[in-house]
Structures are given as structure tokens and as C-alpha cells.
């Protein structure tokens, strides 16, 4: 004998997914002072970018202004503005990175 398996979508069991949490990209900033070379290791330290993923992240802040460094969950996201923003202050430099939704 056969047995008939029945899928139901949502919408007939009255279930829903939960929703994916919100992302967050995680931007740094340009400014005259803080030497390329050390924002190009920041890229690679904490967004895991390859060397030449990073130096092209680094011209996009310097020539455009800002760059998106990698897309996250707000905690990952906030760890990640936390960490750069550390490693910049330690070492007396002024670079700026910040995350916003979207």
C-alpha cells in the first residue's frame, strides 16, 4: 500500500518562520591622518580580507570617502565597530568605523 505524504504551506497550517535578524553593514571612514598601510591591516584583522581585497577596500575609504567593510548581525556588527575603533585609539589613530542597518 502507498502512503501519501501531504505538504501544507504556511499560510493552511497557520505557521510562520521566524524572521532573519537585521544586518548591519560595517563602514570605515577616511581622514587625513591614519596611515593606509595600518587601515589596510585592519580589513584584513578584523573583516578577514585577503591582502588584496583589503587594499582595494583601503583606496575605496581613501578615494570615496567610506567603505563597507562586510555585512553582519548587530552583535557582530557592534563587536567589530568596537574592536577597530580600539585597535585605532591604541595606536593614537583617529580612524572612524561605524555600522548601520540595511
Known amino acids: 500500500m502507498a502512503t501519501k505524504t501531504v505538504e501544507r504551506t504556511e499560510a493552511e497550517t497557520g505557521e510562520s518562520k521566524p524572521k532573519p535578524p537585521p544586518l548591519y553593514k560595517v ?10 598601510e595600518f587601515v589596510v591591516q585592519v580589513i584584513e584583522t578584523y573583516f578577514g580580507k585577503s591582502r588584496e ?40 589613530h583617529p580612524l572612524q568605523c561605524e555600522m548601520e542597518e540595511g
Open 53 to 92: 581585497q583589503a587594499l582595494q577596500l583601503m583606496l575605496k575609504v581613501h578615494n570615496e570617502g567610506s567603505a563597507v567593510c562586510g555585512v553582519y548581525p548587530r552583535d557582530v556588527a557592534e563587536t567589530k565597530v568596537r574592536q577597530v575603533t580600539e585597535k585605532a585609539r591604541e595606536h593614537q
Open 27 to 36: 563602514r570605515l571612514l577616511n581622514d587625513d591622518y591614519t596611515p593606509m
